[in-house]
C-alpha cells in the first residue's frame, strides 16, 4: 500500500516551468516504477513521462525535450521538471505508482495522487 500526495502546481506564463512533486508514504516506494499522468478537460487522462525503479526514463512525444522526471528514493519522493510550458500543457496532473512491463510498457496500480491543477496561460 502506498499514499501519494501531489504538489508545486498553479499558473504559469506560456514559456515558463514548474516543478511537481508526488510524495510517497507506505512501504517499498523504491521497488515501484512511477508514471505522471494528465487529464485536461473533456479529454482522457494521458501518461506523460514514467521513471522505473533503475531510474530509465521515458516521455510522451507531446512533453519530450521539455520535461523531465526524477526520483529520490531516500526522500520518497518523484519529481516532474517542466520546461517551456505551453496552454497545452494545462490540466490535473497525477502521480501514480505502478510497474514496468518491458515491452508492454507502464502499468499503472491502484495507487494514485488527488491529482494538482497546472495552468499554462497568459
Known amino acids: 500500500q502506498v499514499q501519494l500526495v501531489e504538489s508545486g502546481g498553479g499558473l504559469v506564463q506560456p514559456g515558463g516551468s514548474l516543478r511537481l512533486s508526488c510524495a510517497a508514504s507506505g512501504s517499498k516506494f523504491s521497488t515501484y516504477s512511477m508514471g505522471w499522468y494528465r487529464q485536461a478537460p473533456g479529454k482522457q487522462r494521458e501518461l506523460v513521462a514514467t521513471?522505473?525503479?533503475?531510474?530509465?526514463?521515458k516521455y510522451a512525444d507531446s512533453v519530450k525535450g521539455r520535461f523531465t522526471t526524477s526520483r529520490d528514493n531516500a526522500k520518497n519522493t518523484v519529481y516532474l521538471q517542466m520546461n517551456n510550458l505551453k496552454p497545452e500543457d494545462t490540466a490535473v496532473y497525477f502521480c501514480?505508482?505502478?510497474?514496468?512491463?518491458?515491452?508492454?510498457?507502464?502499468?499503472?496500480?491502484?495507487?494514485w495522487g488527488q491529482g494538482i491543477q497546472v495552468t499554462v496561460s497568459s
Open positions: 501514480n505508482a505502478g510497474r514496468w512491463e518491458g515491452s508492454s510498457g507502464y502499468r499503472p496500480y491502484e495507487y
Open positions: 521513471i522505473t525503479t533503475v531510474h530509465s526514463t
